[in-house]
């Protein structure tokens, strides 16, 4: 059977990830009201609140030589967190446990250094709600009104614990 594949060489990939980001920037324009991460940004440049001390990586998800998704993940080192900042599997690879596959890799990636996973996610993005939910993101941290945000909802800090 074949396994998923995490990946940090995301180069070689490039078309395929640009594709996935276009694909996914009607249903973040509908939940947020901004435009998703793209796996080639600077992050830096787009959040400037997140400090050079905290690194970054994008990683790409690989299936059967396939790239079905890819996500934006900083280690936040003053919340001593894992935090996800971007997430997305394509269409064609939705309910097929593949994100909660990525989870989990991500987590033994992690796990090490870290004991607890965050992310924010759209109160509206009621798909992302109840996937983050049935993988173990149940603590609210923090509720940000959308003015504090620049979006067009309230959005949910969750944040989950790892085990080690």
Not at 4 to 29: A, G, H, P
Not at 105 to 110: E, H, K, S, T, V
Request: a negative charge.
């Amino acid at each position: 059977m074949s396994e998923l594949k995490i990946i940090t060489d995301i180069s070689q990939y490039k078309e395929n990830l640009e594709r996935i980001y276009e694909e996914s920037i009607e249903y973040f324009m509908e939940v947020e009201g901004r435009r998703p991460l793209s796996p080639f940004d600077d992050i830096h440049s787009i959040e400037p609140g997140i400090t050079q001390q905290n690194p970054i990586q994008c990683y790409a998800f690989l299936f059967e030589g396939q790239i079905v998704g890819y996500s934006w993940v900083m280690e936040d080192i003053s919340d001593e967190c894992y935090y996800i900042l971007h997430f997305i599997i394509t269409n064609n690879f939705r309910r097929h446990k593949f994100g909660t596959k990525v989870l989990k890799a991500l987590d033994n990636i992690y796990k090490e250094k870290y004991d607890k996973s965050e992310l924010l996610v759209s109160s509206k993005n009621y798909i992302g709600l109840n996937f983050w939910v049935k993988n173990g993101y149940t603590e609210i941290t923090r509720v940000f009104s959308s003015e504090e945000q620049n979006t067009i909802s309230t959005e949910l800090n969750l944040r989950k614990k790892i085990c080690r």
